[in-house]
């Protein structure tokens, strides 16, 4: 079930599967599951003395071996392979120990693209890295060389492979001069040795061609083994290029043997990868960022290979401060595992640099194009490590998405500001107006907020338009509200109508920094009044529920009917109704990570995660009944999306209402902690990683319609939750208040400037903050600690080993470390 996907973020990924095979090419500008070249592979020669070993170098083939024509004849799958291997994936790092007793030497790879928090362009590099380590511990000295064959993946007839040499580099340039510039497949890709320096490089530009059977092939197995080397080119050529690399490796010491693949295809149309466009511009070439930044293939390696060290240096630098994180290991893994998301197809960014998202990916085509905004809001992954993204998704939806009237397209059609989608979404235009205040809030940049305040200001009065989604302006949404179930709630319901509130409340605090006293007044008005009906009303004693209210059509404004709901508004179909929702408490979640405060009482709040924990926990499956997609069964733990745990289900309740999605859990499991209940939190993402264990499902993809699926970013969030890091810009203050273990915490820190590692010890007598600057840096001008009840602390504050005046503004820069002692 492994696939590891490599590349950069938007710029396209090729996975790495559980044997060291290469899959799931997905670098042609759309999603292409099970896509490979003909030939894909490594091979690894070795002598000692004597005769020499050769092995593809992948683990055996798997059961099962069913095929038309067995398993064919793609990637020679008969030629002798590894015994087996071991696959730890650590994204964005990804290892491999091959183990085989008849060798006489150790095999380990380590693949990787570079994955640096705060630089989207250092991170969304079209390469791969693959560099295998091979260890030589006898008495013998050993020659080992390493091949890798790609057939040119660049279209089909007139394709040509070419030697080249550039620096550090040597490879194939592999291109197709015979496509026209415009084809969905123009474009070229790049196999190359790194560092070879001391090896012995050689290279075929094709295997031995030969006409009608292909003999290419043996042709290569038979040059390849004989002695390690490859070559000179046989006069007829097929498409397969190969690279060796040889060296001598002494006794007890060890070699590296570094391959670079890099691709480049620019010619990106929303026809192409499943994005609708305006009607006629569907072949519009709407291109890919990287491809601005490189001609073509060979300089992407090149400028990879120049400063390899360093993006390194710095992946592994996010990488090891995650590991060393001591959060409970299933929330780190969760956090890290669906940051893959941002490589796969699922995201990419445009040649004008905007960052655009489906819900998720098809087998070859996206899911749901359009940065739907009620499914990206539940991450907020982008937000923490790559802003200038997060910050992108915003300008899109507070631009032309958002009309005069304040109305926000659901969905955006590219290319850009040409046509509107034509309706928006009640949870999705709330949580935009929240992430935009986030966004804000983690940078601190008034004048960005300043460009898009006057539009966030028409989305908030759009609610209140007639026939809106809270036309008499009394807090409560009662209108209809297409949702993130794909259909309208009609009257008061708890996902959009605390989302609502929670929007209400960013909008109060962003109006007061724009110097709009009279808005923010409103707002804060209508917050207080929806609250206090909220829970006067919709809250049973359990949890909150929905008010069924139909509504005739001719009273509908505009804008807020998708045709997917029910066909009658007045005696609605697809209702929540008295159900126990999973997202019931959404807008509170996305509240905490804000800092918006509560919405709700907190009584009742804290009242409903109970009631989430009682009835929409499954700790098996076996007898839960669902008719729907089926996302978790038989053995498995699960929350699922709604229960009805009084018997009251509507006849024809909302779609997906028996599903269970990993998003909507990582959410629900990020609230629990915020609100006290760590244990339970852990305990559900925990569950949902057991589900993702790499042979049940792949560790790199949750599913929801879809693969790699945006909505499961979330998370990111328990992550967050947990090491109770929260910083605001505006302010320069900064918070630290564990909610897991906090007598003795060592965490990963990140915000829109900066980001590094902390570490917080608390005893009886002091409470010990420090925080080191890995990249960028952080100004602070005030600290909230967890102090012991009744305490007066007195602080002292260091800054890189020497006493600095507290408090006072601090400004730290990368390398920095900075001490704060409260006794």
């Known amino acids: 079930m492994l696939a590891f996907p490599l590349g950069g973020v938007g710029a396209g990924s090729i996975s790495l599967g559980g044997r060291g095979q290469l899959r799931d090419w997905e670098i042609f500008n759309r999603p292409e599951k099970g896509k490979s070249p003909a030939y894909a592979f490594p091979a690894i020669w070795i002598r000692t003395d004597g005769k020499p070993i050769a092995r593809v170098l992948e683990a055996r083939i798997q059961p099962p071996y069913e095929g038309s024509s067995g398993l064919g004849s793609n990637n020679s799958p008969g030629l002798p392979r590894i015994d087996a291997c071991a696959f730890t994936g650590e994204f964005p790092l990804a290892h491999i120990a091959f183990e085989d007793a008849a060798l006489p030497v150790k095999i380990s790879l380590e693949a990787f693209t570079p994955f640096i928090p705060l630089n989207a362009d250092d991170s969304g590099l079209p390469i791969a890295i693959l560099r295998y380590r091979v260890s030589n511990h006898g008495t013998k000295k050993a020659s080992v060389a390493i091949a890798f064959s790609i057939d040119n993946p660049v279209g089909q007839q007139g394709r040509s492979n070419q030697f080249r040499t550039s620096g550090a580099l040597q490879g194939l340039f592999m291109q197709n001069p015979f496509l026209a510039k415009t084809d969905p497949l123009a474009g070229s890709f790049a196999l190359a040795a790194l560092d070879a320096g001391g090896a ?207 109305k926000m397209d659901i969905r955006q059609l590219l290319p850009e500001s040409m046509e509107h989608f034509g309706y928006a979404a009640a949870d999705g235009q709330m949580g935009q107006i929240m992430k935009l205040y986030l966004d804000w809030r983690l940078s601190g940049d008034t004048e960005w907020l300043r460009v898009h305040w006057p539009s966030a200001k028409r989305a908030v009065e759009f609610a209140w338009i007639d026939g809106g989604w809270d036309a008499n302006r009394d807090g409560v949404m009662e209108g209809v509200q297409h949702n993130t179930y794909d259909v309208e709630f009609l009257g008061p319901n708890p996902l959009c109508g605390i989302w609502y509130l929670g929007a209400l409340r960013a909008a109060e605090e962003m109006a007061r920094i724009m110097g709009d006293d009279a808005f923010a007044g409103e707002c804060r008005r209508l917050f207080e009044s929806g609250s206090k009906w909220t829970d006067a009303n919709l809250f049973n004693g359990e949890y909150y529920v929905q008010k069924i209210q139909g509504m005739p059509r001719d009273k509908i404004a505009p804008g807020l009917i998708s045709g997917m709901g029910s066909a009658d508004t007045e005696s609605p179909d697809f209702q929540l109704g008295d159900g126990c929702l999973i997202d019931q408490l959404l807008g509170q979640y996305f509240a905490h990570i804000a800092g918006l405060g509560p919405l709700l009482d907190p009584t009742h709040i804290r009242k409903a995660l109970q009631s989430i924990y009682k009835y929409n926990y499954k700790r098996t499956m076996y007898d839960w009944e669902s008719v729907q997609r089926t996302y978790a069964l038989n053995d498995e733990a699960a929350l699922v999306i709604c229960d009805y745990p009084h018997g009251k289900r509507p006849k024809v309740p909302f779609p997906y209402f028996a599903e269970v999605m990993t998003g909507f859990e990582y959410a629900a499991a990020a609230l629990m902690m915020a609100e006290g209940m760590v244990a339970e939190g852990i305990e559900a993402v925990r569950n949902v990683r057991r589900r993702y264990d790499g042979e049940r499902r792949n560790a790199w993809n949750e599913a929801e319609c879809g693969n790699h699926y945006a909505r499961a970013m979330a998370s990111w969030t328990p992550f967050v939750m947990l090491s109770g890091f929260d910083y605001d810009a505006s302010k320069r203050h900064l918070t630290v208040k564990p909610r897991y273990r906090k007598s003795d915490l060592k965490s990963f820190w990140s915000t829109a400037s900066g980001w590094g590692t902390f570490s917080h010890r608390q005893t009886a007598a002091q409470t010990k903050l420090s925080l080191s600057v890995d990249q960028g840096g952080l100004r602070i001008a005030s600290v909230a600690l967890d102090f012991a009840a009744g305490r007066s602390p007195l602080v002292a504050a260091k800054l890189n080993g020497l006493k600095t005046a507290w408090p006072s503004d601090v400004t730290l820069k990368q390398d920095d470390v900075f001490e704060i002692v409260a006794r």
């Open 200 to 406: 012995h490089v050689t290279y075929v530009t094709g295997w031995q061609g030969g006409g009608r059977w292909r003999v290419g092939p043996l042709s290569f197995w038979d040059d390849f083994t004989a002695d390690g080397e490859l070559g000179p080119d046989a006069p007829l050529r097929d498409t397969v290029g190969s690279l060796a690399i040889k060296r001598d490796i002494a006794p007890q010491s060890d070699a590296q043997y570094t391959f670079l693949l890099s691709w480049n295809f620019p010619n990106r149309t929303p026809e192409r990868c499943g994005w609708t466009a305006p009607k006629g511009h569907e072949r519009d070439v709407i291109g890919n960022h990287y491809c601005t930044r490189f001609r073509d293939a060979w300089a992407s390696a090149e400028y990879a290979a120049g400063r390899l060290d360093q993006l390194e240096k710095q992946t592994r630098r996010f990488a090891a401060a995650m590991r060393e994180t001591t959060l409970p290991g299933e929330v780190r893994e969760a956090a890290m595992a669906n940051l893959s998301t941002l490589v796969t197809p699922t995201s990419f960014r445009t040649s004008d640099g905007h960052f655009h998202g489906f819900e998720g990916c098809n087998n070859s085509g996206g899911c749901c194009f359009g940065n739907c905004t009620h499914v990206w809001n539940y991450e907020v992954a982008t937000s923490y490590l790559f802003p200038s993204l997060s910050r992108s998704l915003r300008e899109n939806s507070f631009g032309y998405c958002t009309d005069d009237r304040g």
